[in-house]
């Protein structure tokens, strides 16, 4: 399996900022990518899943740029409750009949938000 | 609750004990998935069902660790012969097929004295 990588931070950022993060992938032929959040000591939750074109989900937008093998993810107007680990995730497999498919994670970027 | 479950939440053994985990998946869901995750790193697969048939186990799973899904429903994970660096939070996600989001349960966390 390929890697994804993401910077670890910690990104501090005051609450009402906007802070944007990204994440590569290196395998070109991957299919389906996602964003999920983790906190402390507990099971990463699907945030969203990330299309081609873009997609927003309230105050979170992400996007997919195949061509770069990248992803983004934007959250707007950050609160208090956005602390966490952010996880990039992509699913590396090729359908054939049941072949590959777990989940590649990078090891998460994790965000504080400060009052 | 109509999400994935796992038994136990934690689990502390001796080194060399066996130990087996059990994952309640989403009834509607047909995939069943293992990983494991250490403190600092992002989730790692270990293997995956499809219903009852088990389609790929990474080369993390070695030989001394076996799941199983025999009525392609709950999965039992086994882990034989523990060894310290068995520990880690294993965790069990269900999907309703290829290449949809994966949900995932509390987890196990092992601890190996």
């Known amino acids: 399996r390929k890697e994804v990588e993401q910077d670890p931070g910690p990104f501090n950022v005051p609450e009402g900022a906007t802070v944007a993060f990204n994440c590569t992938y290196s395998n070109s032929a991957s299919q389906s990518f996602f964003w999920y959040r983790q906190d402390c000591r507990k099971e990463p939750k699907l945030l969203m899943s990330v299309y081609s074109s873009g997609n927003e989900d309230g105050r979170f937008t992400a996007q997919l740029n195949r061509a770069s093998q990248y992803i983004s993810l934007l959250i707007r107007d950050s609160k208090l409750s956005d602390s966490a680990t952010y996880l990039c995730?992509?699913?590396?497999?090729?359908?054939?009949?049941?072949?590959?498919?777990?989940?590649?994670f990078g090891k998460g970027t994790h965000l504080i938000i400060q009052p | 609750d109509t999400g994935v479950s796992q038994d136990p939440r934690h689990k502390i053994t001796k080194r060399g004990q066996n130990v087996t985990f059990r994952c309640d998946p989403i009834s509607e869901h047909n995939r069943l998935y293992w990983y494991r995750q250490t403190l600092g790193q992002g989730p790692e697969f270990l293997t995956y069902f499809q219903n009852e048939a088990q389609l790929e186990k990474s080369r993390l799973l070695s030989d001394r660790f076996s799941a199983e899904r025999p009525k392609g429903s709950f999965s039992t994970l086994e882990i034989q012969r523990t060894e310290q660096g068995d520990s880690a939070m294993y965790l069990c996600?269900?999907?309703?097929?290829?290449?949809?989001?994966?949900?995932f349960g509390d987890g196990t966390r092992l601890s190996i004295l």
């Open positions: 995730v992509v699913n590396q497999g090729e359908y054939s009949g049941g072949g590959a498919d777990g989940l590649t």
């Open positions: 996600a269900s999907s309703p097929g290829f290449n949809q989001p994966q949900h």
